[in-house]
């Protein structure tokens, strides 16, 4: 997993939210180590749904 913010060259605009929003994925890995980066991925997003809202 890669922060998604170094694959805006270019772009002046240091709040642009969607470059802090996404994240890349490497698939040029064997099968079995992509597939566990998409499962830890999955666990962490959805712990984040099932966490209590901080507001």
Do not use: K, T
């Amino acid at each position: 997993m890669v922060p998604g913010h170094y694959f805006f060259p270019g772009i002046e605009d240091g709040n642009w939210q969607h470059s802090r929003e996404c994240i890349r994925l490497n698939y040029a890995q064997s099968e079995a180590d992509v597939q566990a980066g998409i499962r830890i991925l999955a666990e962490e997003v959805l712990a984040l749904y099932q966490a209590p809202v901080v507001e």
